[in-house]
């Protein structure tokens, strides 16, 4: 099972909006609605930002959003915010016997 | 309130076996749909899976480390433990536990141990 394969570096200034994208295959992201993302600051363990593809954990800000089309997920941060420059993973369902295969990650600055 | 903490050794020698193991507190590992997880991280690397037990005692591998991992849990001690056999300076890395229910979602985690693989 091969990772998922993310944009390794995006960039935003404050109050734009950006995407993030995270491409699988018809075994993983393309069948299941079961992709989350994740925000990893330095140093510290990561955080759920959204699961099954569009839903957000209480207490999470609304800024952040979650879509899918065919084979790619999609991490949509509007109103860019300093304190959103982290790393961010993708995760994916994959079926019974590889239930969880990640991203490579993607580290998000914001200018 | 759910938490979480991996503890285990902090040096192994290459081809050494280790053992980690996640002690959590705020949920049950008998309630249908709950699962505990170990996903890893290299210095300055992705994360990776490695291994997600269920509450009814099922265990899923990835198939890259399958041979060298097992999971187990103890319910009554609310612990899972991870051995990882064979280990080699390509092992170093942060391993987390993480706590999922319903799906491959991993809502709270624990902070990490940093393993270092050294002679």
């Not at chain 1, 999470?60 to 860019?80: D, H």
Request: aromatic share 10%; charged share 15%; with cysteine.
């Amino acid at each position: 099972q091969s990772a998922l394969t993310q944009p390794a570096s995006v960039s935003g200034s404050p109050g734009q909006s950006i995407t993030i994208s995270c491409t699988g295959t018809s075994s993983d992201v393309g069948s299941y609605n079961l992709v989350s993302w994740y925000q990893q600051h330095p140093g510290k363990a990561p955080k759920l930002m959204i699961y099954e593809g569009s839903k957000r954990p209480s207490g999470v800000s609304n800024r952040f959003s979650g879509s899918k089309s065919g084979n790619t997920a999609s991490l949509t941060i509007s109103g860019l915010q300093a304190e959103d420059e982290a790393d961010y993973y993708c995760c994916s369902y994959a079926g019974s016997s590889t239930p969880v295969v990640f991203g490579g990650g993607t580290k998000l600055t914001v200018l | 309130q759910i938490t979480l903490k991996e503890s285990g050794p902090t040096l192994v020698k290459p081809t050494q076996t280790l053992t980690l193991t996640c002690t959590f507190s705020g949920f049950s590992l008998s309630t249908s749909g709950v699962g505990v997880g170990w996903i890893r991280q290299p210095p300055g690397k992705a994360l990776e899976w490695l291994a997600l037990i269920y509450w009814d005692d099922d265990k899923r591998y990835s198939p890259s480390l399958k041979s060298r991992l097992t999971i187990t849990k103890d319910t009554s001690k609310n612990q899972v433990v991870l051995t990882m056999t064979n280990m080699d300076p390509v092992d170093t890395a942060t391993y987390y536990c993480a706590h999922s229910e319903d799906g491959p979602n991993f809502d709270y985690w624990g902070q990490g141990t940093l393993v270092t693989v050294s002679s």
